[in-house]
C-alpha cells in the first residue's frame, strides 16, 4: 500500500513541506506559518520538533545533503573504470538539475539568504561541498594512480579544486541561464582538465 501525506508522521510531513517551499521560493520568502499549514500540522507539534527555523533549515539541509550525496555515490559506483568514476560526478548533474527543474543548488541558494560565515545554515553548506571536494579528490588519486603514465602530472587536490569550481560554476550558470547547457558544458571542462 502506498504511503500517502497525511499517513506520513509529522516530522517527515513538516520536512517534505519545507523543502518544496525553501528550495523553491527560498528561505526568507517561506514564513513557519506557511510551513504548518501547507504541512497539516499543530503549531505545537511544529515547535515540538523544530523550535526555530533555523533548525527546521538546518535539517532539511542535512536531508538534501545525505540524499544528494547518495545519489552521487551511486552514480559513482556503477561505472567499471577509474576514469569512469572520475567522470561521472560531473555526469550526474545533469540529471539532478532537470530533476530540480533547474533551480540550482539548495546550498548555493543558502549561501545567498544567509550572508554570515558562521551561521549554522551556511556552515552546513560548506561542509556538503567539502564532502564533495573529498570524494572528488579521492576519484582524482585514483584515476592518477591507474596510470601514472598518462595521469602523473597532475596534484589530486588541485584537480579536485579545479573539478569543483567548475561544478559550482556549472550550478550556479543553469540556475541563472534556466538552460541546462552549462551542466552540459562542465563535463567536457572536466574532461579537458585531464588531458
Known sequence: MATT????????????TAA????????RATGINEVIAKSGVAKATFYHHF??????CLAYLRDRNTSEFEAI????????????RF?????????????????GCAFLNMVAEVPDPNNLLRKEGLQHYESLRRLIKDLAHELITSDLQVYGKFDPLVLADDYL??????????????DIWPAQQAVELVKRLIT
Open 5 to 16: 501525506r497525511s499517513d506520513t508522521a509529522p516530522r517527515e510531513r513538516i520536512l517534505e
Open 20 to 27: 518544496e517551499l525553501f528550495f523553491h521560493q527560498g528561505f
Open 51 to 56: 523550535p526555530t527555523k533555523d533548525d527546521l
Open 73 to 84: 555515490s551511486a552514480y559513482v559506483r556503477d561505472q567499471d573504470t577509474p576514469l569512469g
Open 87 to 103: 567522470l561521472a560526478v560531473v555526469e550526474s548533474f545533469q540529471p539532478w538539475l532537470e530533476v530540480n527543474r533547474l533551480r
Open 165 to 178: 569550481v567548475i561544478l559550482g560554476g556549472a550550478v550556479a550558470m543553469t540556475e541563472i541561464y534556466h
